[in-house]
């Protein structure tokens, strides 16, 4: 009975092995004709990796992006400007 659970457990072992690799070379495969078919249609491959430092980190909220919206605004003449001073600032 132990030699047929030590065979049990190396036999999942093995099994299990077998998928994670088989799952690893597919995902290596699946990239690399992505970025075959990027090139191949002369277009760069839109690839982004970004690592988030802490991923239980609450997300900032960005702020929206204007779409396109044209803004109006009123432009204004700058007579005098003040001299910049030479020295550096007193702490």
């Known amino acids: 009975m132990r030699l047929f659970r030590l ?9 299990g092995a077998v998928i994670g690799l088989g799952l690893f ?6 990239f690399v004709l ?12 839109n690839v ?3 690592m988030n430092q802490n991923p239980w ?3 900032r909220p ?6 396109g919206d044209v ?6 003449e700058i007579k005098d ?5 030479l020295q550096p600032p007193r702490h």
């Open 81 to 85: 400007t003040a001299p910049l001073p």
């Open 25 to 30: 070379l597919f995902a290596v495969l699946a």
């Open 57 to 59: 980190a609450p997300q």
């Open 48 to 50: 982004q990796f970004r």
């Open 71 to 76: 803004v109006d605004i009123e432009a204004r």
């Open 62 to 67: 960005q702020a929206p992006a204007a779409a």
């Open 7 to 15: 065979l049990f457990r190396l036999l999942l072992l093995v099994v």
């Open 34 to 45: 992505f970025l075959l078919i990027s090139v191949l249609r002369g277009r760069k491959p």
